[in-house]
């Protein structure tokens, strides 16, 4: 092992701490890719667990909310996301909202968002589906909005999040427009409480309009993390195995094992005045 006394020089000292460091931040960065291959994967698995049940009641997973107009209710417990609920209410066709900028099958259109008023006069938005834009026209062009039916309607649908990011609303044609489901930022526009999560709509009764596409649902590509997870793990395994094979190749050399490179005569330049 006297062979090996050059790794405690400063040079090589400094090597194996920019080693170590290097490894240790890879090996962290693998376990950050980790984590979020499991909360992906927890997400997927809410996914399928919603497709699957029976609707339960809208108050057995969202609270109502209990402010005054244009505020919104608590949002639900993270693992309610995704669950089936049902509601019975009435839409209101005045205060419809166009959510635009919503790609399916590679069109650009608009998702519907209704309020569904409630019996305590509360409302849930429920996102109604995805239209195509005006016939013709740009991707910005309000389309026509299939009415509501008239009455009471009994909704199933799964409870979404608000939306994050910067959100802008603005009344247009008569309508609500806006680029994200932000729900305090909507509240504002709305004459009533507004419950703190929406419903991506499964089924109603009366029957929706045929016009109006279900809104796909995109699973979350938890498979890309558990990559980039083997992959940062690789890289730190591979920095430490780097060092140690540079170091045992220095030790043979030192050691006289390792036969210095040996010189290529014919690459070197031929003395002056030789034929």
Do not use: C
């Amino acid at each position: 092992m006297v062979v090996y006394r050059f790794l405690l020089t400063p040079r090589w000292l400094g090597i194996l701490a920019l080693t170590l460091v290097a490894s240790a931040v890879m090996v962290l960065l693998g376990n950050w890719q980790l984590e979020r291959y499991h909360g992906r994967t927890e997400i997927n698995e809410q996914i399928d667990a919603g497709r699957r049940m029976d609707p339960v009641p809208l108050r057995d997973v969202l609270s109502a909310p209990t402010g005054g107009s244009g505020t919104v209710g608590p949002p639900p417990a993270e693992e309610k996301t995704w669950t089936k609920v049902t509601v019975t209410g009435r839409y209101d066709p005045a205060n419809v909202v166009l959510v635009r900028g919503r790609s399916v099958d590679r069109t650009v259109g608009f998702e519907v968002l209704t309020p569904l008023v409630l019996a305590d006069g509360t409302a849930v938005l429920v996102d109604r589906g995805w239209i195509p834009p005006v016939r013709g026209g740009d991707a910005t062009a309000q389309p026509d909005v299939p009415a509501v039916p008239p009455g009471d309607v009994t909704v199933a649908g799964r409870v979404r999040l608000s939306e994050s990011g910067s959100v802008g609303v603005a009344r247009r044609e008569g309508r609500l427009e806006t680029r994200r489901i932000g729900l305090e930022q909507l509240a504002r526009e709305l004459p009533y409480p507004v419950h703190g999560a929406y419903l991506l709509l499964d089924g109603q009764t009366p029957a929706a309009d045929p016009l109006f596409r279900a809104v796909p649902i995109g699973y979350t590509n938890n498979w890309q993390n558990l990559g980039y997870v083997v992959q940062w793990w690789i890289f730190a395994a591979m920095t430490l195995f780097g060092y140690g094979w540079v170091a045992r190749r220095e030790a043979r050399r030192l050691a006289g094992v390792e036969p210095e490179r040996p010189i290529d005569r014919a690459a070197e330049p031929a003395p002056q005045g030789a034929a």
